[in-house]
């Protein structure tokens, strides 16, 4: 067996549905003045969220976007601030705890994290803060929220195409804790717990996206899909999808269902035991990578970079920038390598 670390991150569950109306006694746990926090479309969860908790909310801020700017940063800290919070209720998806971590950064705030969507963010120590077209990452456990409150009701309502690329972003954060460089057989469980829970919820989840069941399913894999991205690192994938989210401006959970089948087959002579394990979990018999790319198909996700919006006058650069200063991966990164890997996903080409 392989020699391993394994460090256990301090936060608490609650998972049910319907886990909604705990809320009030899991914010009573941790403080009394609650800012809660929300995009623009969610404001209706986030009020119903706010008047379960009474007067412990203290107020909404409902201005969350995509990747964190810091201008809007600067301004929920400073109403933060200006209302005396004492700890974020973050109602949302991975937009929305991004936001309440950017407060946690600054000023230690405890988070407590309702997530509507499969990216995980709220199981993980990492913020990222976006300043002049660049997104800033790193690890923090001061963001880490302390309490999450899984209700799978409140996904009902995630559109299918969301639902669908959502949960390919957590397949994505299983597929790599498989071979992460400090990767441990704690997380390789729940990654892999994760994919075949995934792979089985999200094809009903199209088919029938008010089935709870599938829906309780979806969100449980969710959870384990952060917790493995919170407890290991990440490679290839995450950092090609960095590159591309943060430079040029693609939607997240679209990205990583493209890259992940390229960013697996290019990984995969090097990393033989993880690939066999996902191709396990999705039930394949083999050829993970391809396997991969049947199921984002099969939910009708799209395929190529290019219908999501980039460029091909781009692909040079983001080659460029994903090679500058590579994550550990299984196999080296080498630039002309990953032109080619992008030129496959900016097509939409079966890996
Ligand atoms: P999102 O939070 O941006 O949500 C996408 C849209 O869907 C928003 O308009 C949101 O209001 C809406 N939505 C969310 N849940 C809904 C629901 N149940 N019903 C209807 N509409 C709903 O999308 P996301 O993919 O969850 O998050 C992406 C962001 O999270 C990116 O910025 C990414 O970098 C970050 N992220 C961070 C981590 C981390 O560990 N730090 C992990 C994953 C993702």
Redesign the pocket.
């Known amino acids: 067996m392989m020699p391993f670390v394994y460090q256990a991150l301090p936060s608490r569950v609650v998972f049910r549905p319907g886990a909604l109306d705990a809320l009030a006694v899991e914010v009573a746990r941790i403080g009394s003045r609650a800012l809660v926090l929300c ?1 623009p ?2 404001r209706d969860v986030a009020e119903d969220a706010a008047r379960r908790l009474g007067d412990r909310a203290v107020e909404i801020y409902d201005r969350a976007v ?3 700017p810091i201008e809007t940063a600067r301004e929920a800290r400073e109403k933060a601030s200006r209302v005396g919070a004492d700890c974020c209720v973050a109602v ?5 705890v ?1 936001l309440g ?1 950017a407060i946690a950064l600054e000023f230690g705030l405890p988070i407590i994290a309702v997530p ?2 499969y ?3 709220e199981m ?1 120590p ?3 803060v976006t300043e002049g077209g660049q997104k800033r990452t790193g690890r923090d456990v001061r963001v880490l929220p302390c309490t999450v409150v899984y209700d799978p009701t ?2 009902l ?3 299918p195409g ?1 639902s669908a690329t ?1 949960g390919m ?1 957590a397949i994505a954060h299983c597929v790599e804790a498989l071979y992460a460089v400090d990767g441990n057989p704690i997380a390789s469980l729940m990654a892999e717990e994760g994919i075949g829970a995934l792979a089985r919820s999200l094809p009903r989840i199209v088919g029938k996206p008010k089935d709870l069941e599938a829906r309780s399913e979806a969100l449980y894999a969710a959870w384990l899909g ?1 917790a493995v ?2 407890a290991v690192g990440m490679a290839l994938h995450h950092k090609l999808c960095h590159a591309l ?1 943060g430079s040029f401006n693609l939607p ?2 679209e990205t990583h269902t493209i890259v992940l089948p390229h960013a697996a087959r290019y990984n995969e002579s090097q990393a033989p035991e993880a690939m066999a394990r996902v191709a396990r979990a999705l039930g394949s018999g083999g050829d993970a990578p391809g396997a991969l790319w049947e199921l984002a198909r099969s939910l009708g996700a799209p395929l190529g970079l290019e219908a999501i919006g980039m460029k091909r006058a781009d692909l040079d650069r983001a080659a460029e920038i994903a090679t500058a200063s590579p994550y550990p991966n299984p196999r080296p990164v080498e630039r002309d390598a990953i032109r080619a890997l992008l030129e496959d996903a900016f097509v939409g080409r079966r890996p």
């Open positions: 995009t479309e969610q995509m990747h964190v949302g998806g991975g937009s929305t991004g971590k509507t969507t990216a995980g963010s993980t990492i913020w990222g409140l996904t309502t995630l559109p969301l959502s972003n952060g991205l919170g989210g997240h959970a």
